[in-house]
């Protein structure tokens, strides 16, 4: 299994096997979940990550997570091991990206069971970058900033920003909106071939409103995957927003964060990798954090969320 963020992704993903994933990938991204109480608490520190430690440190240990992982694997040395079957199990936006030679060897996987049953697919919002945006003291028309935000939350912005435009990026065939041959015949496949043209195919964070599958897979000349393990069981109960803040709990949980942030990623790879004991270690990670104001940060995310809730 490749790694850097990819290995942070897998992370992300396996956290609702281990029944820290509920609230989406956005609160997974900010070190919260929601509990069975409709509760936010850190993923950090929980009991269910440390089991999802142990379960990765087990995985490298065994061979199945690739010795480069932490220090990074260069995109053509990836697709060219996959290319010889080296590559047993990945995660990324789409098969395209692992190579043309053996995307179709793959087969989509959304969700895993942990041992405790838990099941909790790593999704979210149709919404993306919904707190990506700042009008300056400076700018002289506020209302025409927002006005050509709001574009891309339209149906006709969200296509813009996906595929780009009618003639240039894409044409129209029996009514599907089809990505140009350039596009299509990309050496490394449609989605970095899409990328020479459209910034927001994967991974763009201007606002805009998720485009349907379907009209996703229609661009690449593809059927929509469907996921037979997503179910209402599966996906997440509560699907989080970047929660809003005051200006004060900005403030205050950006500095946390920056430290904390750098500091798990720091003790997540000594975990996985086995330079420390997880078990000998954990309480010594967990006062670290308390130290550094993991207790304040969560406290600010609590109450956002209550905010959240009433508003």
Do not use: C, H
């Not at 608490?41 to 440390?50: E, M, R, S």
């Not at 995109?75 to 990206?97: E, F, L, Q, R």
């Not at 430290?259 to 086995?274: A, I, K, L, P």
């Amino acid at each position: 299994m490749p790694s850097g963020s990819i290995g942070w992704t897998f992370e992300q993903m396996m956290m609702g096997s281990f029944g820290i994933g509920n609230g989406g990938r956005k609160a997974l991204g900010n070190f919260i979940y929601v509990d069975d109480n409709d509760e936010i608490q850190l993923t950090i520190t929980a009991d269910g990550y440390k089991e999802l430690l142990k379960y990765q440190n087990r995985l490298y240990k065994n061979g199945a997570i690739n010795k480069q992982a932490f220090s990074g694997v260069d995109y053509d040395k990836w697709t060219a091991d996959a290319a010889k079957d080296t590559v047993g199990a990945w995660n990324w936006a789409a098969n395209d990206y692992i190579g043309e030679s053996v995307k179709d060897d793959f087969v989509a996987i959304n969700v895993l069971e942990g041992p405790n049953g838990d099941t909790a697919s790593l999704t979210d919002s149709q919404v993306a970058g919904a707190s990506s945006l700042v009008v300056t003291k400076d700018a002289k028309d506020p209302g025409a900033i927002l006005k050509w935000v709001d574009y891309f939350y339209s149906e006709e912005g969200s296509v813009f920003g996906y595929l780009g435009e009618e003639g240039v990026t894409y044409n129209v065939e029996d009514g599907n909106k089809v990505y140009i041959d350039e596009i299509l015949n990309y050496k490394d496949g449609i989605g970095l071939g899409a990328f020479q043209y459209v910034d927001n195919v994967y991974g763009g964070y201007f606002p805009y409103i998720e485009l349907s599958p379907e009209v996703r897979a229609a661009a690449g000349r593809k059927e929509a995957p469907v996921y037979t393990d997503l179910t209402e069981e599966t996906l997440p109960s509560v699907m989080l927003p970047d929660l809003p803040a005051t200006i004060q709990e900005a403030n205050e949980s950006s500095s946390i964060i920056a430290d904390v942030g750098n500091y798990v990623g720091q003790m997540r790879v000594e975990f996985v990798t086995g330079t420390k004991d997880i078990d000998a270690e954990w309480d010594n990670y967990i006062a670290q954090l308390k130290k550094m104001g993991s207790d304040k940060y969560l406290e600010i995310k609590q109450a956002q969320y209550k905010r959240y809730k009433e508003s």
